[in-house]
């Protein structure tokens, strides 16, 4: 996603870097220490602005939410917009993070929110495939994946979120009952990612070229991106697939 420079973009994330996930390292705690629970853990790989994940967390709160977006910038926007959305807040006038309390944080300085406000997602700047595989194996309970760039261009077809070493990851990582779900408004790469799923080792559970009118339209929780594709008469594509865990190939179902 492209997106001008933040203005004090760093200084921003800083501020509210209670609600950011410890960049997983030799001696990072686990998902269950950092939410302080044992519930499902949900990955959304390229949140963008954040508000699907900010609105699937209020709807569904008994999982918990890592929100990975490459792009410093973006994700900015997206860690603000789901402060806001749990009352803690807003941008002050004059720079800075604006606290219900009144106090200002900015210059660096770092708002310890209290553990109980934070709520249940984390988010993350960084390469989805960096942290996929820092995670434990069959840890994860759904991975999520919207509208992620298609990299249409000769030989860039490695940098997909659908590629096969992206879906290596994604493989390990997820339960044996976990699940895979990928929305686009492009073809090319729906038709790529139903390819290369059973190729690496992914059962396809459900597909549809036009979720709009679809038996799960009621459910979907449509963005002001999804919308802007929809009003343009571009069908949305969504699918969801299920690890296969026992060596067999994926086929579908």
Not at 176 to 194: E, M
């Amino acid at each position: 996603m492209r997106m001008r420079k933040k203005r004090h973009g760093n200084e921003r994330l800083l501020a509210l870097s209670a609600l950011l996930y410890p960049n997983p390292g030799e001696n990072a705690p686990r998902p269950a220490e950092v939410f302080g629970s044992e519930r499902p853990l949900v990955l959304e790989v390229g949140c963008g602005k954040g508000e699907f994940i900010t609105r699937l967390s209020l709807a569904e709160p008994d999982a918990d939410y890592i929100a990975l977006e490459r792009v410093a910038d973006v994700c900015v926007v997206a860690v603000e917009k789901y402060a806001r959305s749990r009352g803690l807040g807003d941008m002050a006038p004059n720079g800075g993070w604006l606290a219900p309390d009144g106090s200002l944080y900015k210059d660096g300085a770092v708002w310890d929110i209290p553990f109980e406000q934070r709520g249940n997602v984390r988010f993350l700047v960084a390469d989805a495939a960096d942290f996929a595989q820092k995670l434990e194996e069959n840890s994860v309970s759904a991975i999520l994946a919207n509208f992620s760039d298609p990299w249409p261009g000769k030989g860039d077809h490695k940098k997909r979120l659908t590629s096969p070493a992206f879906l290596e990851n994604y493989r390990r990582i997820l339960k044996p009952d976990g699940v895979f779900r990928f929305k686009t408004d492009n073809d090319g790469l729906f038709d790529y990612t139903l390819e290369t799923l059973p190729e690496n080792g992914f059962r396809i559970l459900w597909t549809t070229r036009d979720l709009h009118n679809s038996e799960r339209a009621a459910d979907n929780i449509v963005t002001e991106y999804e919308r802007n594709f929809t009003e343009r008469g571009v069908p949305i594509k969504m699918l969801e697939a299920a690890p296969v865990k026992d060596g067999s190939s994926g086929e579908k179902a």
